[in-house]
């Protein structure tokens, strides 16, 4: 069973840069499947970024797609997610989660317990 930690939040002006990191222990890190999702108050957590075992595929919502990046290190059991040009529309609680496939990533039960982002204006 895989855990998950999640650092690298904080309070950022609009325009600014943060890097979210994952570190996975407990599980074979390279055959997981990994995301960032977040949730503001009052709505719903969705997933911004998802990136196959490999690193080769990664996929974005239109919401962040051209601001933010996703990567992995599986040397380091890592991931990351590199924001820039936030927005104030971007706080939010950001978890990351890993699951067999990105596809699955949505039903997962593998959480990290979050880091707040708070974008100011």
């Known amino acids: 069973q895989v855990q998950l930690v999640e650092s690298g939040g904080g309070l950022v002006q609009a325009g600014g840069s943060l890097r979210l990191s994952c570190a996975a222990s407990?599980?074979?890190?390279?055959?997981?499947?990994m995301g960032w999702a977040r949730q503001a108050p009052g709505k719903e957590r969705e997933f911004v970024a998802r990136?196959?075992?490999?690193?080769?595929?990664?996929y974005y919502a239109n919401s962040v797609r051209g601001r933010f990046t996703i990567s992995r290190d599986n040397a380091k059991n890592t991931v990351y997610l590199q924001m820039n040009s936030l927005k104030p529309e971007d706080t939010a609680v950001y978890y990351c989660?890993?699951?067999?496939?990105?596809?699955?990533?949505?039903?997962?039960?593998?959480w990290g317990q979050g880091t707040q982002v708070t974008v100011s204006s």
């Open positions: 989660a890993a699951a067999t496939s990105t596809h699955s990533l949505d039903r997962t039960a593998y």
């Open positions: 990136i196959s075992w490999s690193g080769g595929s990664t």
């Open positions: 407990g599980g074979t890190f390279s055959s997981y499947a």
